[in-house]
Structure formats: structure tokens, C-alpha cells
């Protein structure tokens, strides 16, 4: 009997935890996140334990210049719990891979996040930007 319940109690927490990796375990998008001269494609994201890098919204990706000729430069924008904006820089005319995470650091993890990929276009222009792409835990 003993032996029956040590087995069930390891085969749940064997399953438990494999649930749990499950969960934080690298999601793709279907669909780059784009405007016009800016791609952020191949895009992967996952969320990190509670407890773990604070709990972080981690994105990988490639940053592409869509529009080299146009000598303009592409950035990534990456937010979390509608905090400030942080910044990605591209490269012009070229593509960049970009792995990184934002966090809340008042929370032990981080629900939500948001992401769009711009277009600089100088100072007398606004710059083109995606729509905003959201993400929930």
C-alpha cells in the first residue's frame, strides 16, 4: 500500500511539473509583427517562473530593415504591465536578432505585455508604428 501511494504521489508530481514547463515553454506567433519598412519576425516569447529572472515576458526574434533604400533606421518596442516603453535599436539595411525580457519588478511575475516595431523617420516626421501586438500570461 505504502508503495502504491509513493508511486501515485511521484507520478503526480512528475506530471505536475511537466504541466508546468508546459507553461513556460516557447510560444510562436503566427504572423510577424510589421509596418511599413519594419519587421519583427520569427518571433518567440515565453513567460518565466515566478521566482525566476522576475518572472520576465522573454521575446526573441528577428528585427529587419523591410526597406533598406529609405535610410531610415527600425526599432523594437517592448513593454510590460503598461509601463514606459523600452527601446531595441535595428541596424539599417540590415537584420538584427534580438533576445531580451521586461519585467515588473514590484511583481514576482509578469502578466502582461505589449510590443510593436517602428520606423524612425527623423525629427520634422512622426514615426510609423505597428499596432500594438498584447500578450497575456
Known sequence: M?????????????FGGMGAAAADSWHSLKEPVTTKGAQFQSVKYRWEPAGEKHGAFRFKGTLHDADGDDGHNVYLLVRAHRYPWQRFNGVQKRSVSIENTVYDG????????????????????????????????
Do not use: E
Not at 4 to 9: D, T
Not at 106 to 120: I, K, P, Q, Y
Open 2 to 14: 505504502r508503495k502504491l501511494a509513493a508511486v501515485v504521489a511521484t507520478a503526480g508530481l512528475f
Open 106 to 137: 514590484a511583481a514576482l511575475h509578469t502578466n502582461t505585455a505589449d510590443m510593436r516595431v517602428c520606423r524612425n523617420r527623423g525629427s520634422l516626421r512622426p514615426d510609423n508604428c505597428s499596432p500594438t501586438r498584447s500578450f497575456k500570461r
